[in-house]
Every structure is written in structure tokens, then in C-alpha cells.
């Protein structure tokens, strides 16, 4: 079967009022958040490495040109969308579904396509919609057998959407759509290697992704065609990324577009710091307020977790710590923290000398664990006159799946840690709400240019 041409399908007919009313709201929610959190970031050295790349080598004075936010220069579309997105990324706090990050690539791109082109709120939400749906077809099976290669779900999955959801805005025709996602095959790619390592690659990966998928969008748009086998082709995605081509990875998912909404399954972190260090650091911190957990009495600390989390790049990790990549990843770091000082900002993620958090890293085992589901665990503390005290977290999907009003909140509450304008938060948050009915993007842009 076509693949790409079954999703382009789903991408062509999807229109905002036909929606239902939850799928709606979450695309808003995911929109704001994407927005409200990614522009925290400004501050941060991961975006301002790749504003100072973008400015110096994607700035043009003619042709098409897209608002880097938080700044207000003008560069071109792809440079824009390069620098936008790994601002979006900064703080290491954005949905999440599955293992992608969608609203880091998928809203800096339609927001780039939208300032260049003809474009209702209500187009862009929908060209939103449609590329987390495009991104959980490809993602949902077939990322838990890329992922234990060392392939990194954002950079390869997300693009897919980022393609779909500006072929979508840029109004292409159905063979189009499956065209920029046929190409947008040949151009994904991105490992893990940076969070065992420490270091910073992957804030740019997401990036150069969202870069390639929209440059796929605009060469399909000129009329360059993509391989019809670019998926289940014998050195297609499929059989390279996932290391088979079956079409029972897809089959349900490009069975259900339209039916089941995979968007209503975007969870948001409440913390920056890893998807798979949030509920460690939540329910340790916790249990250390329940019981009043003196950290010098600590003797030692066991977490028990699932194996495809706690073999995850980066999760193991107990120092030395000399970068916030380290810090984010750790589970050991995220837990000393919470019962240390029970709350977790990116600065305090970039604290690297604290004795009262590292005594308690050297004291944490991270256990391997198959009793416990994705995300979910378990923390034993043993204090130094042998009392016990442990705490199991076993959430639903619905746990970090945050309505909108509840969304709203941590956006105040991130803005007021890196000292955003209350009166700007307040300002984001009505565009987003009322992006369906605006006629274009333009006032939610220039709110964006500025810090």
C-alpha cells in the first residue's frame, strides 16, 4: 500500500470546524503550550547559538521571510523555522506523544508558513492537527523498534507532520501532500549518542528536522516527486529505521485517522527535565513532604522503573555533572533534587556543584524494573536508622494530559520563573484562545517577536 498517499489523504480533508469539540481544545492547548513554554527559553544557550547561526547565515533582505521570536529579525522561512524550533526546545519542557515532541517542530513551521501565506487561524490549527496525527501513525509502533537503535523518535517521526502540516497550509494538492512526505523520507535522521555523552547536539536536532520537512513541503511544491516505495521499499524508512516493512505497523493508525484523534493522547511535562525523569522527581518529592524526609538521614535510594525507560540514554546517569543535558536526563540528579529542595526550574537543572544533591546521586540505584509500565515506578528510601518509607506511581495516560486551564497556569508559572511580562502571558494566552476566528496569524507573531 501507499502509505504516504493514505496519510495525504487524511491531511487534504481535515478542517477545523469538523472537529470534535475535545480534539478542538487540545489542539489549542497543544498550541499554547508549544508557544507559552517554547519562548522560556529565550535566555537559554541552545537558542541563542542557533539564533546567532540563523542570523549570520539565514538573514536576506528579498523573497519570503519568517519573524525569529523572541528577537524580531528577519530570515528566511527555513532559517527561521531552524532557530524558532530549537528556542522551542530549550528548556526541555514540551508535549510529548509517545516518545516525540511535536509542538517544538510542528508550530514554529506553520507559523512560518502562515506569515509568508494566506492562512485563517482556523487553517493553521487544522494543518496543526493534522501533523500530530500524520507524526502518531508512523511513531506509535514503529518508534519502539528505532528507538532501541539509538534513533531519536523527534527527529525522525516529527519531521513526517512538519512536512504534512505545511503541505497542508501551503494549500498543495492531495499527490503533493504525499509527495513532500515521500521526499521528507529521505531526509530525517538523528541519534541518542548526546545524552549519554552530555553534550548538546540534540537541542539542534529538532531543528535541522523541522528545517527538512518544510524544505520537503516547498520541493513538492515546486513539483519534485518522491519514490511511491519510499516507506515499504527494500531500503525504505521502514525496513532502515524499524528494521522491518510490515504494514501492520501502520495499518491501525492509518486505519483510525479521523476516528480516534491520537492528539487527545499529547501529555505535557510539568517539569523541565526529561519525560522519563518526571514522575521519579514527582514522586519523591512526594513522598519527601509526606514524610518529612531529612536528605542527611538518607543512607540509600532505589527507584524501580520499566527497562525501555531506564536504558534510555542519559537515565542512569550519576556524574560527574558539567551540563543540564546530564541534569535533564538523570533520574538520580531529578530525584536527589526533589527531596533536596522540591522543585525543579532550569536553573536549578544547571547546578552542577550542590554536595547535598550529589551525596544523594551517589546514594540512588535506578532499577531495572518490568513490573512497572512505561512512565510509572516505584522510589524506596532507606534512611540511616533502617526505617523504610516507599512510594509507587502508577499513572494513566490521563495523568499529564493537561486541559487548557490547567496548561495556562504552568505557562504563568514557567513565565514568572524567567521573568516574562505577565501582561505578555496574559496577551499569548487570548491569541491562542481565539486563533480560530482570527483571520490571520499576524497578531500572534508580532506579541512573539518581542521578548
Known sequence: MDIAKALAEFVDQVEFDQLPEDVKEKSKTCFMNSIGIGISGYELGPAGHAKHVAKEFDSKESGR????FMDGAKLSMPGAVAANTVLFHSRAQEDTLGGTHNGTMIVPVVLAVAENFPCTGKEILAATLAGYEVTAVLERKMAKLSTPK???PSAIYVTFGVAAAAAKLLKLSKEQIADAIRITASLVGGIQESFAAGTTEWFYQNGCAARNGLTAALLARDGVTGAESAFDGYKGFMNVFAGENDYELVREGIENLGKEYRIRNVTFKFNPCCA??????????????EKKIDHEQIESIHYHMNPFDSNYPGTKGKGPFVS???TTMSCAFNIANAIVNRTCTKK?????DDERIL??????TVVDDDHYPILCGKVVIKMKDGTVYEKEMMITEEYYQLSWEENAKLMIKVH???GLDP???KKLLDLVYTLETAENADALIEEMSRP
Open 359 to 364: 551525596n544523594l546521586v551517589d546514594r540512588t
Open 348 to 352: 536549578g537543572q544547571q547546578v552542577f
Open 65 to 68: 521571510r519568517a519573524t525569529l
Open 150 to 152: 539509538g534513533f531519536r
Open 423 to 425: 501582561n505578555k502571558t
Open 324 to 326: 543540564d543535558t546530564q
Open 276 to 289: 522519563i525523569a518526571q514522575t521519579p522527581f514527582i514522586v519523591s518529592c512526594e513522598l519527601a513532604d
Open 416 to 418: 514568572d520563573e524567567v
